[in-house]
């Protein structure tokens, strides 16, 4: 009885230790994703002057001022949407690539106007980082 009474305590040891080193992206991790792959368009300060803005017929967004384009509030749904993919949206019709595909393999679960969705880890670290850098 004690071995198995050992054998769940070690258990038991091992999820909760897998359950504290897998946490929850945040601002941080949002800012080391859009270093590595935004920054050439939206520019280092998320404003849409990154040094390829210039070539690109569609000039990048001003990432800073979507919550005062949005009455204020910061539109998760609409942001994610167009980061993973907009179906609306065809891949060929839009210069920003999508990154949905690739990250569809690790999913976390973020609240994204009042609904627990499952969101890739890059982005919702990023999702935390636009957030924290609106105007």
Known sequence: MRKIILGVSTIMGLTLVACTTARMPDRTDGAAFFAENCVSCHGADARGDGPLAADLADAPVDLTTLARDNGGTFPEAR????IYGDPEDSHLARVMPEFGDAMGDDLVPVDIEGTMTPTPREL????????????
């Open 79 to 82: 942001v994610l949407s167009f």
């Open 124 to 135: 919702a670290g990023l999702l935390a980082y636009l957030e924290s850098i609106q105007q």
